[in-house]
């Protein structure tokens, strides 16, 4: 099983002036589908030529957040509740819709990823309360947090109580890390998530002196716990959710000061991140995994469950040269193997564990294979 790399290539904006559209999603060669599985873009050196990337999927200028969701993240959600982690992640340029894509806008239509990944998840633990056999009961939990210069912020905690050098990331066995003490949420409902979810998007923006430069230079990874609970046992699983800083060439970017030391880390672990795909793809015994937090957490390869990379794309000129980094970043990323393991459940044999922290205690990476407690 490998990754899922969806591209999604974002409409014209209204207030968008240049109109030069040069990328745009095909259908395979000699396939009589409709479905796109082709980016199409010109070659700078020779535009008379077009080079294609196949992919999963290719959703064009035209889909709606409905139909990515639908056919890409909606089927997911089974395998969540059978035991298995699921990771999703925006990969792009700033600019392109990674916030749109997975968080989305006010109206029911325009809600992203992560509100329809929530819906659906309650959606289905209400039915197995109803209809199961025997007595299940599932909760949800959360917890969100922000990479920012190489160091992890919970984004339950106001800015002014950060310690500024971040919480701790923790090796708990089999390349599996955990963020050492996170703030973990229980919501009961898609009502209390929203709550909760948007409380902790103003800590993430409010921290900034400039609301989209800081968002753009940071990895948002939110993490939704699943404990489903039935007399013989408990089984976890997490889905993460995870918009990553802005993939353009900082170096083409006016920095100073403040701004560099962003850049350079945001460059130093988008770097890492290509360059642990690069070595994953050629089956390459060290992964530098541990050179970036980011990556750390990530853990791609080692991740024990289901990823999808949507790779968001401007369909504009103006982004010619980074669309064809990332397209070429999204390639290599298609080859890395995942294995399928489910988590194993957990037997109620030991009535001296705690319940409680067992089901709250310290939230692990996204994705990872949990041990049994
Ligand atoms: P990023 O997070 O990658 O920097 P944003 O999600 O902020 O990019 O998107 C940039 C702008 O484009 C925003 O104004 C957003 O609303 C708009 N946008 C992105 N994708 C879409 C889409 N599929 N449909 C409509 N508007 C979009
Ligand atoms: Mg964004």
Known sequence: MSVRVVARIRPLLK??????????AASAPGSAE????????????????????????????????AHLFDGEIAPTVKHLFKGYDVTLFAYGVTGTGKTHTMRGG????????I????????RRARKLEKDSAEETQVEV?????????????????????????????RDVGNGKTQVVGLTERPCTSLKEFEMLYDQANVNRSTSATK?????????????????????????VSTASAIDLAGSEDNRRTDNKNERMVESASINKSLFVLAQCVEAISRKQARIPYRE????????????????????????????????????????????????????????????GKGRESEKFGAMSAPAMHRQPL
């Open 115 to 122: 509100p329809r990944l929530l819906s659906s998840i309650y």
């Open 34 to 65: 409709e479905k796109k599985s082709v980016v199409r873009i010109p070659n700078p050196k020779n535009e008379s030529e077009a080079f294609s990337f196949q992919f999963n999927s290719v959703y064009g200028q035209e889909a709606t957040q």
């Open 211 to 235: 609301l989209n430069a800081h968002s753009s230079r940071s990895h948002a990874v939110l993490c939704v716990k699943i404990i489903q609970t039935t007399a013989e046992q408990t089984r």
């Open 141 to 169: 939990a959360m917890s969100y947090y922000e990479i920012y210069n190489d160091r992890v912020f919970d984004l339950f905690e106001p800015p002014e109580k950060r310690t500024p050098a971040g919480l701790p990331i």
């Open 292 to 351: 970036s937090k980011m990556t750390r957490i990530l853990s791609l390869g080692q991740n024990q469950g289901l990823t999808v990379m949507i790779l968001n794309l401007a369909p504009v000129r103006s982004y010619h040269l980074d669309t064809l980094s990332s397209l070429n970043f999204a390639n290599r990323t298609k080859k890395i193997e995942v294995n399928e393991v489910e988590n194993q459940p957990i037997f109620r044999e030991a009535p």
């Open 15 to 24: 207030a968008e002036i240049e109109r030069d559209v040069i990328v745009d």
């Open 106 to 113: 006010k109206t029911l239509a325009e809600r992203g990823v």
